[in-house]
C-alpha cells in the first residue's frame, strides 16, 4: 500500500513540473498567435479604408491638393480603422513616374497614394520562468493606390 502511495504522489509532483514548465511556453505562443491574428484583422480593415479612402477624400480633397488631401485621407483611414492603441496610419502622396529614378511623368493628374499601417503588439515585454516574449518594435504594413484626381473614381 505505502509503495503505491508513493508511486502516485511521484507522479503528481511530475505533473506538476512539466505544467511549470510548459505553461510559459503556451502562453508565449497563445500570445504571438493572438497577436498574429489582430494584425491579420488590422491589415484587412487598413486595405479596404485605405482604397475607400483615398476614393472619396484623395481624387477631389476640399481645398488645394497636396498636404489637405493627405491629411484628409489619413483621417479617414484613422476613422475607419480605429485601434488607436495599437495602430498608426501615415500617408504620402506622390506623381507618377517612369523611368529610372522618375525622370519621366505618367501624366500629371496621376496621384499615388502610399498607405502604411503600423501595428504595435501587445504586451511589448513579457517575462516568465523559463520565457521571456519580446515583441518586435512594430509590424507594418503598406498599401499603394494610384487616382487621377480629375477623373473621380478612377483607379489606376
Do not use: K
Request: hydrophobic share 50%; glycine share 8%; with cysteine.
Amino acid at each position: 500500500m505505502r509503495a503505491a502511495a508513493r508511486a502516485l504522489r511521484s507522479r503528481d509532483a511530475q505533473m506538476t513540473v512539466e505544467l511549470a514548465v510548459v505553461a510559459p511556453v503556451v502562453i508565449a505562443v497563445a500570445l504571438v498567435i493572438l497577436n498574429l491574428m489582430g494584425f491579420v484583422e488590422a491589415c484587412a480593415a487598413f486595405d479596404q479604408a485605405a482604397r475607400d479612402a483615398v476614393l472619396t477624400q484623395g481624387v477631389s480633397p476640399a481645398g488645394e491638393q497636396g498636404a489637405a488631401a493627405v491629411d484628409e485621407v489619413r483621417a479617414a483611414i484613422a476613422d475607419l480603422v480605429g485601434r488607436e492603441d495599437r495602430c498608426e496610419v501615415e500617408v504620402r502622396s506622390e506623381g507618377v513616374s517612369w523611368g529610372d529614378g522618375g525622370t519621366f511623368a505618367v501624366s500629371p493628374l496621376l496621384t499615388r497614394y502610399v498607405c502604411t499601417l503600423t501595428y504595435r503588439p501587445w504586451p511589448r515585454l513579457l517575462r516568465l520562468p523559463g520565457v521571456t516574449y519580446e515583441a518586435p518594435l512594430a509590424l507594418t504594413h503598406e498599401c499603394e493606390l494610384v487616382v487621377d484626381r480629375h477623373r473621380p473614381g478612377v483607379v489606376i
